[in-house]
């Protein structure tokens, strides 16, 4: 039964790729005792190991804290995660060697944590994005989750980046200083004095009368054409219930009966006027919009046509 509920969070025996390995002789032998299924004997273990190392104590809690989950002890399990993200900030779990039930607790407890990250930069106005996102700019503090995240410092117009890894501790502070590089000064061409140029005047803008008058007849009778269909659908549901309503069990009374014989051809006559009304204003619709895109660009010509004559007045005018 015990190893039945080992499997359900059982580590193989390794860290993430920041894990150190065993600085504290014993500590390889509680793990095997721990794979093997004997908790109470690999708990012993752990807790008699020597902590002064802080990898070796994070390692230890993080152990402890699985054989916890083991024993359904969730408030241990949170305290011995917490204390081993204070021991080494930077832990984190390999997928391949831990169950990701396990992973899931070990990163809520985590999230619950803070620490604090100074980024300063050496320009003002640069940049920060931390883990890929944008913070705002240097000078700045951060509350983020204890570990390791990517800090980027870009200056003001993007020549110059600065990249470094921080790990923030818990309830500390980790801090960075960006060092960028100035921009470059541009170098200025001289300039010849020159006799001020008249401009021509602005080119008249062309209206689209007709492309908007066809724009919105096609906006208000695709309005309509939905209206009626809306409405023949209503239409349609009232008539499916009152004939699901005349043939169902048990039958309609005889008033109700001749109420529904009154009611249905009424329904049926304006389903098939509004649906046809639907139907010949969509068409409508459809041909006013396409007549809108085609006035849209024979409108248009005439304001190219003109632009091009403007600018050509110009630079006759400017020699």
């Known amino acids: 039964m015990r190893r039945a509920l080992l499997a359900l969070v059982l580590v193989f025996g ?31 273990a752990f807790e008699r190991l020597k902590q002064s190392d802080p990898a070796v104590a994070a390692r ?4 402890l804290g699985a054989i916890a989950a083991v024993k359904g002890q969730s408030a241990r399990v949170d305290a011995l995660f917490e204390k081993a993200l204070r021991s080494d900030p930077a832990l984190r779990l390999d997928p391949q060697q831990f169950k990701a039930e396990l992973i899931q607790r070990f990163e809520t407890v985590r999230s619950r944590l803070r620490g604090t990250l100074k980024v300063s ?16 700019q240097a000078p700045l503090e951060l509350q983020l989750p204890p570990g390791l995240h990517e800090v980027e410092v870009v200056r003001e117009d993007g020549g110059d980046r600065f990249k470094e890894r921080a790990v923030v501790p818990v309830d500390g502070t980790a801090s960075i200083r960006a060092e960028l590089r100035e921009a470059a000064p541009t170098a200025s061409l001289p300039t010849t004095p020159t006799t001020p140029v008249e401009p021509p005047p602005p080119p008249r803008r062309a209206r689209r009368i007709w492309t908007w ?3 919105g007849a096609a906006v208000a009778t695709g309005a309509a ?19 699901a309503e005349y043939v169902g069990q048990p039958p309609p ?8 014989d009154e009611r249905m051809p009424e329904l ?52």
């Open 60 to 63: 230890v809690s993080l152990y």
């Open 268 to 319: 049926k006559d304006t389903i098939e006027k509004r649906a046809t009304g639907a139907t010949v204003c969509g068409v409508v619709a459809g041909v006013l919009a396409a007549t809108s895109v085609v006035l849209f660009f024979v409108e248009g010509r005439e304001r190219r046509s003109e632009a091009r004559h403007t600018a050509l007045r110009g630079v006759v005018f400017q020699f």
């Open 225 to 243: 054409a939905l209206g009626l269909g809306l409405s023949a659908k209503s239409s349609y549901d009232e008539y499916k219930a009152l004939d």
């Open 121 to 136: 930069a050496s320009l003002p106005r640069a940049t920060v994005r931390v883990d890929r996102k944008p913070v705002g």
């Open 14 to 44: 390794g860290l993430g790729p920041g894990a150190l390995r065993a600085a504290e002789p014993g500590l390889e032998q509680a793990i095997n005792l721990y794979r093997e299924g004997e908790l109470e004997r690999a708990k012993r």
């Open 253 to 260: 009374q005889a008033a109700r009966r001749k109420e529904i």
């Open 213 to 215: 008058v066809a724009a």
